[in-house]
């Protein structure tokens, strides 16, 4: 199959940080998609119905693309979902639920050619074991950090790390928002390989800065 541009389906900084750790060359943009769940749809299923939903919707302004659609969902052992908490005292409530208790972080990933709609799917699992936590711990974390604009009220790659008493899961770039490993063995299946290309004056663009 032949190369194309690659196109990644968010703006997010977190997701831009990830994907240029793979050495391509590639852009991001901003979809603008309701994220609301439908009626009955599990985690999983929303995760990956959003990830499509996200790189179908550049499609149209990239058609000679391969589009990166990213989502993730952080829910609960009970499948409640657990959503950017875009303020202190949610992000309190947020962490005071997931105290002593594990947390599902599913993320779905697309890859999807806009020139001829082939596309591939996954769905990548990983989980965090939080330890209890007392309110001193929550408030300062939060004061600290501020991860309000990510799901489960914390960031996995700065002081969140304190959070866990064990993480499980294969790939744990995807509790940041990108599951490298699954994404590299799509370019793969498509024979994209990273280890074969040129490394010189690879940067990545983005259009717009919304998450």
């Known amino acids: 199959m032949q190369h194309h541009p690659l196109l990644l389906a968010s703006s997010s900084p977190y997701r831009r940080q990830l994907m240029e750790r793979l050495g391509l060359p590639f852009q991001a943009a901003s979809p603008n998609v309701d994220e609301t769940p439908e009626v009955s749809e599990s985690p999983e299923q929303l995760a990956v119905r959003l990830a499509l939903k996200k790189a179908e ?4 302004d990239y058609p000679d693309h391969w589009i990166i659609g990213s989502d993730q969902v952080a829910c609960l052992d009970d499948d409640t979902l657990l959503n950017k908490p875009e303020t202190h005292e949610r992000a309190v409530q947020q962490l005071k639920r997931s105290s002593g208790r594990k947390v599902s972080f599913l993320t ?3 890859l999807l050619d806009s020139g001829t709609g082939e596309r591939q799917s996954h769905c990548e699992h990983f989980h965090a074991h939080f330890r209890e936590l007392d309110a001193d711990e929550i408030d300062n974390y939060l004061h600290v950090e501020k991860p309000y604009d990510c799901a489960g009220s914390f ?3 700065g002081l969140g790390i304190t959070l866990f008493r064990r993480l499980e899961g294969d790939d744990p770039n995807s509790l940041i928002g990108l ?4 994404l590299t063995r799509m370019l793969l299946h498509w024979g994209l390989n990273p280890l074969r290309q040129p490394r010189s004056s690879q940067r990545s663009s983005s259009r717009d800065s919304a998450r």
Do not use: Q, R, Y
């Open 179 to 182: 599951p490298l490993i699954a």
């Open 155 to 157: 960031k996995m790659e």
């Open 57 to 60: 919707a550049l499609a149209g």
């Open 108 to 110: 779905g990933l697309v």
